[in-house]
């Protein structure tokens, strides 16, 4: 088992390989979709951070004080631009 995966490993290297010698990329041409994807995986965990909080303060008259923090990195990593 181990071997075959290492042979899917070794496939999907020189797939990423060829990819890149073939689209002549760069790290400069890549940095603009890192930050996006980035921002993108930041917004995600605020928000789920955000519906945690908010289920597991349901009952809790503190419950408005305790997801602005989340709400706020929510929306400003939403209207960040890239």
Avoid: K
């Avoid at 605020?46 to 009952?59: F, K, N, P, Q």
């Avoid at 004080?65 to 709400?71: C, E, G, R, T």
């Amino acid at each position: 088992m181990a071997a075959r995966i290492g042979v899917i490993l070794h496939l999907f290297n020189v797939v990423i390989l060829l990819v890149t010698l073939v689209f002549r990329a760069e790290v400069a041409s890549q940095q603009g979709a890192y930050a996006a994807s980035v921002l993108v995986l930041l917004t995600a965990a605020s928000v789920a951070a955000y519906l945690d909080v908010r289920a597991r303060w349901a009952g809790s008259r503190w419950r408005w004080l305790a997801l602005v923090p989340f709400a706020v990195i929510a929306t400003s990593f939403s209207v960040w631009p890239c």
